[in-house]
């Protein structure tokens, strides 16, 4: 299926030929012919695609957490205070007696340790605590709020323009079909006269 | 602190940088401080020159439809279409910037994830235009 005005919105040639061959079913099943609908389509084929993206992009978000939140498991509150490591003379009274205790009491050396050796260290005091392999994506979906928060806020607003774009779709079609209806009775009525 | 030698010195170098002379390199630093480029006025001058060329199909095929509500549903789509392109551009802008150690499968992803804070005005502008868009549509009886 041609796009139209022959631009390609999508830089990742995949990310491309997917939107098109979307396009092409959706125009197809919501029989859009006019120049408007057919944009109209190509729009709600992007948005598609650029749901996906970002859905995605949460699910990364989350798998990049997992290291962060297997040091959380392993020593709870070890993001709390290691971050405070950069920016020690920050620290007062109380936090900075407890953030010392913490990076005598190894803090440091988990910061350092192998990503891999410390979800697996993870996952063994998980499994000694009966708790499931999830807890662990748990907590670092927790630690990628933040992020998610702002890529939902960004699926939103496209799955509120999604919801729009169909139902106005819609109606032009069904306005569409009740003029070719008009249309086709009064040549037969005309016809019968 | 600077001693007047080192001052007048300054001041005479300074004179030897003030800014771009040629006028490729005058519009070259005017778009210095582009970020997406949808605010601008060459962008908006575009936009309604093919806004009114969409217009005009939109309403061979609709013969209902106003001029008005034709042209601006067109300049709606125009501006959406060019938000979309813009993220995009801006996230393969930012994978030359992910490390090369990250998967293949990652590597999009921690991109878009690194210009979240970029993409929230984009975001602004979508709405606007999806907002003007559905309008416009309305008004078509």
Redesign the interface.
Known sequence: MRLM?G?S????PSDQVEAEGLLGVLARELQA????QM??VQ?LS?LFI?IR??R??V???V??QRPAAAREIITPGFNHFYPAAASTTQTVGAYETAYGAFMSGGGEELAKRDDARVIAEALSVLATNGMREEALNEVAYILALP?IE??E??IA??H??EE?LIE?LLR?ID?QKRIIDLQSSKELTSGGC | MASERQKAANRANAKNSTGPKSPDGKRNAARNARRHGLSGKWATSRETLEARALAEAFCLDDCQLSFQDAVAIAAAVLRLQDVTRIAQEMVQFALQSVDDGVPPELREDLARISILRRLGPLDDYERRAFGSLRKHIRRIK
């Open positions: 005005l631009r919105t999508f830089r990742n012919k006019s120049t408007l944009l109209l729009r992007g650029e993206q970002l995605s992009a699910a990364t978000a798998t990049l992020t702002r890529l806020r960004l607003t496209k509120g323009e729009a106005q032009m306005r």
